[in-house]
């Protein structure tokens, strides 16, 4: 697969982003799809994940209720909608594309990433 980002790039704290993945290659609305980051010095973590349909999604406790994973199946694209940005969301976000249709949290499952996009939100 061949997946793009977008999106990434420089916010205030308490701004917004959206970030997007396009994908090509095998069918799209097969697999579930997550986002993680790695912010420097750090390992690279879980921030959300959709499953095929849309109708299942995960977050990890930090991004709850601030950000926003979807998917639009047609156009082989997966978003990630940042609201509230905080400085400790600095980092470089990572698609990803699952082995598994349902929601996943764990890097194991992925099997291909994009090319990461960085975001960065200054206090």
């Known amino acids: 697969e061949h997946m793009v980002e977008s999106g990434g790039g420089f916010v205030q704290a308490g701004g917004s982003l959206r970030l997007s993945c396009t994908v090509s290659?095998?069918?799209?609305?097969?697999?579930?799809m997550g986002w993680f980051r790695q912010a420097p010095g750090k390992e690279r973590e879980f921030v959300a994940t959709?499953?095929?349909?849309?109708?299942?999604?995960s977050y990890a406790d930090s991004v709850k209720g601030r950000f926003t994973i979807s998917r639009d199946n047609a156009k082989n694209t997966v978003y990630l909608q940042m609201n509230s940005l905080k400085p400790e969301d600095t980092a470089v976000y990572y698609c990803?594309?699952?082995?598994?249709?349902?929601?996943?949290?764990?890097?194991?499952?992925?099997?291909?990433w994009g090319q990461g996009t960085q975001v960065t939100v200054s206090s």
């Open positions: 990803a594309k699952s082995v598994l249709s349902s929601i996943t949290i764990y890097s194991t499952n992925y099997n291909a």
């Open positions: 290659g095998r069918p799209f609305n097969f697999y579930a």
């Open positions: 959709i499953s095929t349909s849309g109708t299942a999604t």
